[in-house]
């Protein structure tokens, strides 16, 4: 009898320490994005949390990028596109494969050469704000090598701390381009850009770093 009390009680004591575990509150998160758009948690933890993703990036991808791909050069070349350069290397964050963002941020501070002209420049500035800015309908080449359209636009997005940072965004299309080519959080990414015809056009390369240091593209 004394035995089955026994048992009793300790059931009633797990019982009550797993609801508590239940319901005690999720820790902190944050997400390493330029933009912060989605961050609401304490400054000093989330520059912690940069910190420590930017270094794991930084170990796990050479700092010079590698050229582009041999089929995507023949690719463009196929579709008579010239004047190929590098736009951005970047890791991919959260929010850049998150649905609900549906958008690729290109930061302004981490593009590595101009790739627009003046006059497209001028265009995307004149919009003010996410809601209302103007977008270029620009050609994508996906990691596929397969071609979509999908808009740039140009977003000023305000910090917690009520700085602004300027960045240019893929949008529209973007959710089915990483859904489809199966990008993933933490995943090294080049975007190239190209024109045919002076038309702005896009190319984006997955990338993998193997053991020696070198890059393979998927």
Known sequence: MMKKE???MKKKKFQETMTKIKKRPPPPRCRHDDDDDDDDGDGEFRKQKKRKKATRCDQQYPPLPPDLPIKFRKRIRALGGSDIALVIQKCLFKTDVSSGHNRLSIPLNQIRQTFLTPQETEFLNSGNNE?????????????????????????????????????????????SVAWRNALREDETVQLWSFRINSKLCLALVKRRAKSNGYFIEF
């Not at 808009?151 to 949008?171: F, N, Q």
Request: with cysteine; charged share 35%; aromatic share 6%.
């Open 6 to 8: 026994d048992d009793e």
């Open 131 to 175: 809601k209302k800015c103007s977008e270029m309908e620009v050609m994508l080449i996906k990691p596929s090598l397969h071609r979509d359209t999908i808009s740039l636009r140009k977003w000023e997005m305000k910090k917690a701390s009520g700085s602004t940072t300027s960045m240019y965004v893929l949008v529209g299309k973007w959710n």
